[in-house]
């Protein structure tokens, strides 16, 4: 069961200028998507439009199954977010900024304490939220997001301005949320290392367009296919040479033969016919594509 | 729908703590009186005779007035009306306000209604502190006798309920332009123009046609000699309109908006 679902998303805020292109997500029920791109590529852009907070231009938004449109309310009673830099009331202590909206969710009072606590940030006491740090605001801004408990939580590069150890705490506190309450969670971010160990789906934009949407195995399964081998020897023109009588497809570069992986035994093979030609090998090594580097090549 | 309005209106309360907002409704309900009092201690040797007189509220009710009605009044609601709304835009809470399950004609309402009620606990504030500015010189100078006149208070009940109509078209208005516009210059100073406007065209023929004019009209109807010109229509009446008319344009804007946050 799909959690969220858009069909055909598509924005401009100018006539020519393109920022949400044509945007089918696919958040299943339970899973926890990392959607990524780099800076204005239409991951705040499309984060709002399944909000509500922009009007919707082109395409439909499905949310627990519902057109958003024709059941806002209801939707939204259920989504937990948090959209960009912080959005709090900083003439307020961090409870009162709880409570401010804990009256609308209708969610117990003891509610406030708990995502306090959930958050690490359960003793500011009197201090007013406009002289928090950037991390204490941050913190709180997610613990708002966590009041209702949503069915679907919507982050917005929520480990902005965190510390390497509130990033760990946050990324702990969300898969927790997920196994203890199934709760979906749609995270956005430039940096496919921070999430990896968080997600489950992933889905990339670049200029507004999804480059790739699915498991994170299949973004590893794109990872083993981009496995190369690098051969350094001597003559490199007669050892392309005799791999291409082989049927196999090799490239210089800088000197050196790479060709796509093969089989242990096939690449000893290839070595000792290379030696059978008096062809000296100073080296076969595998170049393994990090899963970083298939994301900057699917956003170049 | 009427529960829900009633959560927005606590929450939309609970903002208004510490605020700005809530100070100038303080200040400004006690500026006037606490003046009158200093001045009425200052020179006490007169207050005798001005205790015992039978016009002694009708004066105190006009002196208290004076100021409030031509400055402060129009002056605190334009403050006032634009800083409630441009809490959302200074903390950049609108995108937090709008995935609130709200309908926006509950935002839109209980935001207008906690403006509409601080309006009334200044008008609340006000009459007690004219109160005190009769009470406290009584009770802090030795021989002046309590005032012998009863309160009129038909009259200060009736003036407050027309000052107030008086005032709401200026809530309405500032309302539109500080949801509409990020940047509160542009209520605050549209604002004061008005009030500036308003205080040039009272002695014009049409001046009850500027939405600002109406509680200095009203001020001044009791003045003897006011040289302003007489409304050619109740202002009550045009400021209900106005209000009206400020209040439908602004929801239709606010729900227009293309970008809620
Ligand atoms: N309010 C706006 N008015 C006009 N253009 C906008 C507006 N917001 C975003 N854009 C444009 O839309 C495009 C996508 O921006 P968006 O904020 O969605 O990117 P993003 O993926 O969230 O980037 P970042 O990682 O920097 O947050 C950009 O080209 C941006 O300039
Ligand atoms: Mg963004």
Redesign the interface.
């Known amino acids: 069961m799909l959690t969220l679902e858009t069909q055909n998303l598509t924005h401009r805020f100018t006539p020519h200028d393109i920022a949400v292109n044509n945007v089918n997500l696919r958040v299943e029920h339970g899973s926890i998507y990392g959607f990524l791109g780099p800076n204005g590529a239409g991951k705040t852009t499309t984060l709002r439009l399944v909000l509500g907070l922009l009007r919707k231009q082109e395409g439909s938004i499905r949310v627990f199954g519902d057109l958003f449109e024709q059941s806002r309310l209801e939707v939204l009673r259920n989504v937990g977010s948090l959209i960009e830099s912080p959005s709090l009331y900083g003439h307020l202590t961090a409870r009162e900024n709880l409570v401010v909206l804990q009256k609308v969710y209708r969610c117990a009072p003891g509610r406030v304490d708990e995502v306090l606590a959930l958050v690490g940030l359960p003793h500011t006491g009197r201090k007013r939220v406009s002289q928090f740090s950037l991390g204490m605001k941050q913190r709180l801004a997610i613990a708002v997001a966590l009041l209702p408990q949503p069915a679907l939580l919507i982050l917005d590069e929520p480990t902005n301005g965190l510390d390497p150890n509130g990033i760990i705490e946050i990324r702990e506190l969300l898969k927790h949320l997920n196994q203890e309450w199934n709760t979906t969670i749609l995270i956005s971010s430039h940096l496919l290392a921070e999430i990896e160990r968080l997600v489950t789906h992933v889905g990339i934009i670049n200029k507004g367009t999804i480059m790739f949407q699915g498991t994170l195995d299949a973004l590893r399964s794109k990872q083993q296919q981009s496995l190369q081998v690098v051969l350094d020897t001597s003559n490199p023109d007669l050892s392309q040479q005799l791999l291409h009588q082989q049927n196999i497809a090799a490239t210089q570069h800088d000197g050196k033969l790479i060709l796509p992986s093969l089989p242990k035994e096939h690449l000893a093979a290839i070595n000792q016919q290379l030696v059978h030609h008096d062809i000296k090998v100073f080296e076969i090594g595998i170049v393994k594509n990090d899963l970083e580097s298939i994301f900057i090549d699917l956003v170049k | 729908m009427t529960r829900?309005f009633f959560?927005?209106l606590?929450?939309e309360w609970?903002?208004t703590?510490?605020?700005l907002a809530t100070w100038i409704v303080l200040v400004g309900a006690f500026f006037t009186p606490v003046i009158i009092i200093v001045v009425r201690i200052i020179y006490h040797d007169t207050l005798a005779t001005s205790y015992a007189s039978p016009t002694f509220w009708a004066t105190l009710w006009r002196n208290a007035w004076e100021s409030i009605a031509i400055f402060l009044l129009p002056m605190g609601s334009i403050l006032t009306t634009s800083l409630i709304a441009q809490?959302e835009y200074?903390?950049?809470?609108?995108?937090?306000l709008?995935?609130?399950?709200?309908?926006l004609a509950t935002i839109f309402f209980s935001k207008l209604a906690i403006i509409v009620f601080m309006l009334v606990q200044f008008f609340v504030l006000f009459n007690v502190g004219i109160y005190l500015a009769a009470l406290v010189p009584y009770l802090v100078v030795a021989g002046v006798p309590y005032p012998t006149a009863p309160i009129p208070s038909d009259l200060f009940v009736r003036e407050t309920l027309l000052f107030f109509l008086d005032t709401l078209p200026i809530v309405g208005l500032q309302y539109l332009l500080s949801l509409h516009y990020k940047n509160f210059l542009v209520s605050i100073g549209t604002g004061v123009i008005l009030w500036i406007a308003a205080l040039g065209s009272l002695k014009w023929k049409f001046g009850f046609a500027v939405p600002y004019t109406y509680p200095i009209f009203n001020y001044l109807k009791s003045l003897p000699d006011n040289k302003i010109a007489a409304p050619l229509v109740s202002v009550h009446v045009m400021a209900v309109i106005y209000f009206v008319v400020f209040v439908g344009v602004g929801f239709w804007l606010f729900v227009s908006?293309?970008?809620?946050?």
């Open positions: 829900s959560n927005s606590q929450s609970l903002k703590k510490r605020s809490l200074k903390n950049n809470t609108w995108k937090q709008h995935t609130l399950p709200l309908s908006k293309r970008e809620k946050g």
